[in-house]
């Protein structure tokens, strides 16, 4: 089974409208329409960033697909300062990232909480970009791999089948975000391949083998193509090497 390769930038908290416009504008720029036949890519701005980027990308005709970064899983009300699907979707989002381990650790976001709003995404026909991975101590005592399939399942509580088909799981190392400490291709492979077994135990073989599995973790032109070349690996979730138009677009160029 041959997946087509996702590219996603987050941006995280990073890039006023000006600044987002002109990154935006870059990316479009230099990307080769044909390219995004054989590569899907996505950028994840900031909320306040979203319209004015899907403006640059509607104007130039170019297909490069709008996530955001976390959603509230209600759909309106009383809930001061967060963001519902609806919102986004009416915005253009297709995917939405969600239990970054920013969120998980910074804003005490819960398995539970993911599980929420998973399943109102796929509800509400987005695709859920899930973000797993484990932590430097929680590696070192090597149970990683439990660790990190709990999280898949916890995710997916309730998700039937035919929904899991359109969900994406990141495996993020925390130990690797935003240190340039990139996994080697072989550790970021032996965890992606674990993700993708709990699937097909959860969802069966047909199912897991259509999801993709992307990498995170200080990911970049010089590291893509051999992280990208493993079997279980389809494509990436970009921080740092995102918010320059050259490098997402060279790493854009490698998952080909
Ligand atoms: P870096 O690429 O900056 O390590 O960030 C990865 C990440 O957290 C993407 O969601």
Request: some cysteine; proline content about 4%; aromatic content about 8%.
């Amino acid at each position: 089974m041959t997946r087509k390769n996702l590219i996603a930038g987050n941006w995280k908290m990073n890039n006023t409208i000006p600044e987002a416009v002109v990154l935006a504008q870059e990316i479009s720029n230099g990307i080769y329409p044909d390219i995004l036949d054989e590569v899907d890519v996505a950028v994840c701005p900031p909320f306040v960033d979203l319209k004015p980027v899907k403006s640059v990308f509607e104007f130039d005709r170019v297909n490069i697909a709008l996530g955001a970064q976390n959603v509230y899983w209600e759909p309106k009300g009383a809930f001061t300062g967060e963001i519902s699907i609806p919102m986004i979707k009416e915005i253009g989002c297709t995917y939405c990232i969600v239990g970054h381990s920013e969120r998980r650790h910074l804003f005490d976001e819960t398995n539970e909480d993911v599980n929420l709003k998973v399943r109102a995404l796929i509800e509400a026909g987005i695709a859920p970009i899930i973000c797993v991975g484990e932590s430097l101590s929680v590696r070192d005592e090597g149970v990683y791999l439990d660790f990190v399939t709990a999280q898949v399942r916890a995710a997916y509580a309730g998700v039937e089948a035919a929904d899991a088909v359109n969900t994406v799981v990141a495996y993020e190392p925390v130990w690797a975000i935003g240190t340039g400490r990139t996994a080697t291709p072989e550790q970021a492979e032996e965890v992606c391949a674990a993700i993708r077994a709990t699937l097909a135990d959860l969802f069966g073989v047909d199912v897991a083998e259509q999801v993709r599995v992307l990498y995170g973790g200080s990911m970049n032109e010089g590291n893509a193509e051999l992280l990208l070349a493993e079997p279980d690996i389809d494509g990436g979730l970009i921080g740092g090497a995102a918010l320059k138009a050259s490098s997402f677009l060279e790493i854009v160029k490698a998952a080909k």
